[in-house]
């Protein structure tokens, strides 16, 4: 007996998903924001949580971190030049569970015209019937950590007592909600 390939192809619910970061400040504190405007596609087998393949786009200038003169800044060309590069992409190149519900996804972000393989740390909750309509829905949780200077983010201003206004590091926080 073989075990079914089909899938089916789930849509990202923008509207019940929150794309988060959080970024060192003044080498002290840490700064947390989001992007607001998502969009992608999950391919799910018929059974099971895991997915085969996940592609997502974010529009940068959908940026918010509570504070519109650095969300302006965060928009120039000192960091994502969304008027040259719109959107942040990520497409999955290897998904491998590591339990029934949990599993490590691999695959190229691409973050103002730079492409770099990332792997996100996964949690998936069960699948639902969707009472809006329809079809079922699914929900994820998934964590990284990337370094902004391989992204060619590299603005910083030198601090009087020493130190940078800006850390390398980046957390990033998906909470994805996707119907199919």
């Known amino acids: 007996m073989t075990a079914s390939t089909a899938t089916r192809t789930f849509k990202i619910d923008g509207s019940h998903t929150s794309i988060g970061f959080s970024i060192r400040h003044l080498m002290i504190s840490k700064v947390r924001g989001s992007f607001a405007a998502v969009s992608g596609t999950i391919e799910l087998p018929e059974t099971g949580v895991i997915p085969v393949s ?75 019937a969707d009472p809006f309509g329809g079809g079922e829905r699914v929900a994820y949780e998934a964590k990284t950590k ?23 590091d980046v957390e990033i926080t998906l909470d994805l909600e996707a119907v199919g």
């Open 54 to 128: 996940v592609k997502a786009e974010i529009e940068a200038g959908s940026i918010d971190t509570r504070e519109a003169q650095r969300d302006a800044h965060l928009k120039s060309p000192d960091f994502f030049e969304v008027e040259k590069y719109p959107k942040l992409r990520f497409e999955s190149t290897k998904i491998e569970a590591t339990g029934d519900k949990t599993f490590r996804m691999t695959g190229d972000l691409e973050i103002r015209g730079t492409k770099r393989s990332v792997s996100f740390d996964a949690e998936a909750s069960d699948r639902g």
């Open 146 to 168: 990337i370094k902004r200077s391989d992204f060619g983010l590299t603005w910083n201003s030198a601090l009087e007592a020493g130190g940078v206004a800006v850390g390398d």
